[in-house]
């Protein structure tokens, strides 16, 4: 039923509490790895147990849309290719609704809710337990086929499954560092455990969507990079081998390729329905400036 939705693969795992060993959270916090992002040191315990989020819950339903898209926007200031499309918030929840629909058809007493990045509760590691890839040394989740160009959500459910997948126990990084050697600001590093954590203070991704400091940390090297940032990923064998998903049209090519000469107006009309609706316009005039340094 996923598939037919348009989900590019599913996996079910049983609802239960994720250890310190699998997501040490609380370390990543304690480091202030986290820079500013507030909302990660609030609902700590729900993070670690979805029972927590949705009371009664018994199964998580981790669904994987891939994006990697068939071909980039050029020159610079560079938007990340998780936001070319659609916004993938409101992407993968008008999915999950059609799904739990189709479920309930089925089955009228499914009883569900989806989740999808904004929520308490790691969309990795549910994938991870539910059998879909592994965690990266970038520290992104990575699908065999779809590599770490794939964005997550849950459907967190009160229904029991007849059985559970396994979570992911095949091929894995290896002995590749390809991801941390390119990284242009040495944002990632390892936990106590010797477990990949990222130090967003020093991430481009963090410092051109989450920091709403007036200039950027003056030491950071963003290669051209406006919103988000791409580099450990582009490297990864598994991305360079994955299939396109997502069909970059000339028109959305032209309208990425021109925002950063957009007035406020049409940078609020474009980034309405776009993962770029997460920052503001004078935030937006900021990267851009540093972008062309
Ligand atoms: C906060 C956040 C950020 C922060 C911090 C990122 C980070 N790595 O933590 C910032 C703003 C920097 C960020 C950036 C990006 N993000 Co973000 N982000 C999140 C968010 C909201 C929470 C992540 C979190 O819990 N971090 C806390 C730390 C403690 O957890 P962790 O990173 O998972 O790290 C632990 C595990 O990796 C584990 N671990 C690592 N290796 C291994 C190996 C094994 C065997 C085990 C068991 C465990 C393990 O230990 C780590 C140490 O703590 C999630 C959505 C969600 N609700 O889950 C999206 C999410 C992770 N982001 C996403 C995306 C797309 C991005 C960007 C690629 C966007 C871009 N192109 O710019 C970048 C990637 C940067 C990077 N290299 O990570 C996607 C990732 C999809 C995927 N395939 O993994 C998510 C899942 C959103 C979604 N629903 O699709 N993000
Ligand atoms: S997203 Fe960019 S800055 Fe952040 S860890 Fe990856 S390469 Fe480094
Ligand atoms: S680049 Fe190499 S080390 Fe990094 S996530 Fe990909 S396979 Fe793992």
């Known amino acids: 039923m996923a598939l037919a939705v348009g989900f590019s693969d599913c996996g079910i795992a049983k609802a239960d509490t994720l250890s310190q060993e699998e997501y040490p959270l609380e370390e990543w916090l304690h480091s202030g790895y986290h820079a500013d992002m507030q909302y990660m040191e609030s609902n700590v315990a729900i ?4 029972r927590l989020l949705y009371d009664g819950a018994r199964s998580v339903i981790s669904l994987v849309v891939a994006y990697k898209p068939d ?6 200031p560079r938007i990340s290719q998780y936001a070319y499309g659609e916004d993938y918030h409101e992407l993968l929840k008008r999915m999950m609704y059609q799904l ?12 569900a809710r989806p989740f999808v990045d904004t929520a308490p509760i790691s969309d990795r590691h549910w994938a991870v337990r539910a059998g879909l890839g592994w965690i990266g040394r970038n520290t992104l989740f990575i699908h065999p086929l779809f590599g770490s160009y794939c964005y997550l959500g849950e459907i967190v459910t009160t229904a029991e499954a007849v059985c559970y997948d396994k979570p992911y126990h095949g091929q894995g990084c290896e002995g590749c560092r390809l991801c941390v050697n390119v990284c242009p600001n040495s944002a990632i590093t390892v936990s106590k455990i010797g ?13 051109t969507i989450e920091n709403r400091d007036e200039t950027l940390p003056a030491d950071l090297n963003t290669r051209g990079y406006a919103f988000g940032c791409d580099i450990c990923q582009s490297v990864c ?3 360079r081998q ?11 090519k032209v309208q990425l390729e021109s925002l950063s000469s957009a007035d406020e107006s049409t940078f609020r009309r474009f980034s309405k329905h776009s993962a770029l609706n997460r920052i503001k316009y004078p935030q937006w005039q900021r990267n851009i400036q540093k972008a062309n340094e």
């Open 100 to 111: 739990i629909a189709s479920i309930q058809e089925k089955y009228p007493d499914f009883d």
């Open 242 to 252: 994955a299939p396109a998903a997502y069909h970059l049209d000339d028109e959305r």
């Open 71 to 76: 071909r980039q926007m050029e020159g610079t």
């Open 237 to 239: 064998p598994f991305n």
């Open 47 to 50: 993070r670690r147990d979805p």
């Open 195 to 207: 477990v990949p954590m990222l130090d967003a203070r020093r991430c481009t991704s963090y410092n």
